[in-house]
C-alpha cells in the first residue's frame, strides 16, 4: 500500500536550503526588531470561532478553517446542523486579532507601552489557483499604548531598517491617513453611508487611474455632481505639499494632516537616500479596521507591496472593553523570501566538513574528531564510506555547501573541497 | 461589549519571557544540531485526515483536532452524517508521519542518508486538566536511509550535545532494543497476539515492580506457568553484562543484541561522566511504530523523560511503498521550558538602553542617537518622558533586562541602570 505523499492543496513542504533562508530570515529581521526595544510573543494557532467570526477582518472571515467540536460536544443526531453546530474553533486568518486578545488578556504583565514581535503561522483557504499558500507566515510588529505619531515613527524605522538588514533597498514608503479620504468624500457630498463602497473604487486608482475611478463611481448610480466634485479634490495637486495643504483644507480634524506631515517628514528625513518616501492620497488598505495612518513598502523592481500597516485605534478596546491606541506594520514574510530565493540568496553558512568514516572504525572516535571541528566553529556531517560516498559528497556540496573533507582512514589533514 | 480574551482551552499565550526562552532553546538546539551536520526543514500543520487516521499513532489517533470541509464539499444535508463526511483535513499529532510523508514527496531533492531538524507545532486534543497543552512543540531529529547502528550513536551524540548546550547535565540514557523484549515475551510461552498486551503490562515495571507486573499478568489470565518463565527471564540479572548475556540467549537475531551492545559501549565512552548510560530492559517507548532500539533520557533531578525516540524501519514505506530504515531522538521541548522557567533561567541578553526623549524633540534626533547605541550592539528602547517614566524604567529593567539609561535631554551621558 502507498499512501498520497503530497501536502494538503494550497500548502508547501520547504526543502531544507529554504527552511535555512526562511530561517534566517525571521532571525534577521526578529533581531533588528529587538534592537529597537520590540519583545517576540507567541499565541495558539487556534482561536475561538465565535471571536474570529465576530472580528474584523473582512474577505478574511470567509476564508477561517474551521476545527470540529470534539466528544460530546459534537452532536450529529440533530436536524438541520448548520456549521456553527459543527465547530468551536478555528485556525486564525492573521496575527492582529490575536495580539489583541493577547494584550487584553495578560495587560499587567506588560510593559508600556507594549512593542510586540510577532513572526508565525498563519492560515486562509485562498483558492490555491492563486498561487498563494494557504498557510502561511506573517511577520508583525505593532506598538500598543501610544496614541502620538512617534509610534508610527518607531515602525517605520524598524521596518525599514530590517527590510534594509536583509538586503533590500530602492523601495518606496507610501504614507496616507485614512481620515483624510474618509473626509473627502464626505467633503464631496457622499453619503456617511456610502464611504466604503467609494473607498474600494478609490483604492483601485493605481490600476484603472481617475478616469476609470469617475466611470466605476458613476456606474454605481452616484450623482454626476459629487463625483465631479469628488475627482477634483482627489486630482493630482502641483506638488505634495500642494496635495497636503488641499488635504487640510478638506479635512474636519486639523491635527490630522499636521501628524501625517510631521510622520512624513521623518520618514524622509531617516530614509536620507536610502529609500524613497511619498504621500499616497490613494492608499486605502485593504483591513477594515484602520482608523488613522496607514503605509505601506512597495519595491518597484517587484512590482508590488512588501510590507503594510496603520493604525488600529478600536480593535483592543472590543476585548478589553477600555480603548486602548494600537498601530502596527507588517513585512510579507512570503514575498520577500519568494524574491530572495528566485534571486538565489544563500544566507552566510559556517565552514561544513564531510568527516569520511569506515563501519569497522571505533564511532566514539570518529565523533572525537567531529567535536575536534566543531570546536572550531564547524558543521561536521559524518558519512559512512560507501559505493555511495562521491554522490553523496558531491549532493553536501552543491546543496548544503560543504567545503571541506576529513577522512578517518587517510592522511591527517583537512582537505579543501567543492566550489571555490 | 467586551469579548473574552482568554486563549482557547487548553492552548497558552507566552509572555515576553517565554518566549524568549522558548526562542532562545530552540535556536541553541538547532545551532548544535547543525553542527552534526541535520538540516532544518518545515511541513504543514495540516494534513489529510485520511493519512493521519490510518497512520501509526496509538492513542493519538483519538487526539486529532479535525478541520472542516469548505464550500460545496460540505454537505450538511444529508442523513445520518459522520465526522468522516464532514472532514477533510486535520493538524498533526506529531512530527514523524509528516517526516516520512516529506520524504516519499521530495527524497530527490535530499541528501542521503537524510538527517533532519524538526523543531514546529503538534497539537492534540489532551485532557486540559492533565496541565498539558494542546498545542505545543517537539523537537526532533531524524536519519533516514541508515539501517546501521550508527546512525543510533548520532543521533545520541546530538540530543545528549544539544541537552549539554542548554545547561543540562547528569542525566541518565536509558537503551533497549524492542525486539529482545518480544523475544523474550515469546520465548515464556506468549502467543503472538499478547505480545502488546504483555508489552503494555511491563511497561509499568518501574512504577510497580516485578511483582505487580506479575499479578496484572496473571489477572490477565495467562497461564502461570507462562508467566512465573517471562518473570525468571525479566527479573534483575547480576550484572547490565549477565542482562545482556541472558537477551543474547532468548534472542532471535543474534546481532540484535551484538548492536545494542555497541550502541551502549558508545554512548558510554561518548558520555565519559557527563550522563549516565544503562541497558534499560523495560524499556518500551508507547509509540507502535518502532522496530527496533529505542532509548530515552531521563533526569533523576525532575524524575520523567525529557528525551525520546528509536528506530522505526516501516513507517517511510507506506508511503514511498519501498522500505526505507529511520531513526529518530525527540527532545521534550514543552518539559524543557518548563524546568528552565522554574529554575529561573534567564537567556543571556545583549545590553539594553532606555533612551528617553521629550514629545517636543525632534524623532530623527532620537532615532539617530539610538543608532549610535545600537551600532555598539546594544538593544534601544525608545520612551517619551511622561509622568508614567518611573514606572515604566523599573519596569524594563525587572522584566526586559535594560541596564543602561540615555536621556535626550540630559547631560551627555549612558548611565548604568538597574540591578547590580
Do not use: W
Not at 96 to 109: D, E, I, K, V, W
Not at 288 to 312: C, L
Not at 315 to 341: D, H, N, Q, W, Y
Amino acid at each position: 500500500m502507498k499512501v498520497n505523499a503530497l501536502p494538503v492543496r494550497g500548502t508547501k513542504d520547504f526543502l531544507p536550503n529554504e527552511a535555512e533562508l526562511r530561517d534566517f530570515i525571521q532571525h534577521k529581521i526578529a533581531e533588528t526588531y529587538k534592537q529597537f526595544g520590540f519583545q517576540k510573543i507567541a499565541t495558539p494557532v487556534m482561536e475561538d470561532i465565535e471571536r474570529l467570526n465576530k472580528s474584523d477582518g473582512g474577505e478574511n472571515l470567509a476564508m477561517i478553517f474551521k476545527i470540529l467540536k470534539r466528544g460530546q460536544k459534537l452532536d450529529l443526531s440533530q436536524e438541520n446542523l448548520s456549521e456553527d453546530d459543527l465547530v468551536d474553533s478555528g485556525l486564525r486568518y492573521d496575527l492582529t486579532m490575536p495580539l489583541s486578545r493577547y494584550f487584553a488578556n495578560n495587560r499587567q504583565f506588560l510593559n508600556a507601552p507594549f512593542k510586540s514581535i510577532q513572526i508565525d503561522r498563519v492560515f486562509r483557504a485562498e483558492r490555491p489557483q492563486k498561487g498563494r499558500l494557504r498557510e502561511f507566515y506573517q511577520c508583525d510588529i505593532d506598538i500598543i499604548g501610544d496614541a502620538s505619531q512617534q509610534a508610527e515613527m518607531e515602525l517605520i524605522a524598524a521596518t525599514t531598517t530590517a527590510l534594509e538588514n536583509i538586503g533590500f533597498s530602492d523601495f518606496t514608503l507610501r504614507i496616507n491617513d485614512r481620515r483624510i479620504l474618509i473626509d473627502m468624500i464626505k467633503y464631496a457630498g457622499f453619503h456617511d453611508d456610502d464611504v466604503m463602497s467609494v473607498c474600494i473604487t478609490f483604492d483601485k486608482l493605481d490600476k484603472i487611474g481617475l478616469e476609470g475611478v469617475k466611470a466605476e463611481l458613476l456606474e454605481k448610480e452616484y450623482a454626476p455632481e459629487i463625483v465631479q466634485k469628488f475627482i477634483e479634490v482627489i486630482a493630482d495637486a502641483e506638488s505634495e505639499e500642494a496635495a497636503l495643504d488641499r488635504a487640510a483644507e478638506v479635512c474636519s480634524d486639523k491635527t490630522v494632516v499636521q501628524k501625517l506631515r510631521q510622520v512624513i517628514d521623518f520618514a524622509r528625513d531617516f530614509a536620507n537616500t536610502n529609500f524613497k518616501v511619498v504621500y499616497d492620497k490613494s492608499l486605502v488598505r485593504g483591513m477594515g479596521y484602520y482608523t488613522g495612518i496607514v503605509f505601506e513598502i512597495v519595491s518597484p523592481k517587484f512590482g508590488s507591496s512588501i510590507a503594510g500597516g496603520g493604525r488600529y485605534d478600536n480593535m483592543i478596546g472590543k476585548f478589553l472593553g477600555e480603548s486602548v491606541p494600537a498601530v502596527g506594520f507588517s513585512i510579507g514574510f512570503e514575498r520577500i523570501c519568494s524574491i530572495l530565493i528566485d534571486e538565489g540568496f544563500v544566507p552566510k553558512r559556517s565552514d561544513g566538513v564531510i568527516l569520511v568514516y569506515n563501519d569497522t572504525d571505533d564511532f566514539a572516535e570518529v565523533v572525537d574528531k567531529a567535536k575536534e571541528f566543531q570546536a572550531l566553529g564547524m558543521r561536521v556531517n559524518m558519512i559512512k564510506r560507501s559505493k555511495k560516498l562521491g554522490k553523496q559528497i558531491d549532493a553536501l556540496i552543491e546543496q548544503a555547501g560543504y567545503n571541506y573533507m576529513y577522512a578517518m582512514d587517510g592522511v591527517d589533514e583537512l582537505k579543501p573541497i567543492g566550489r571555490k
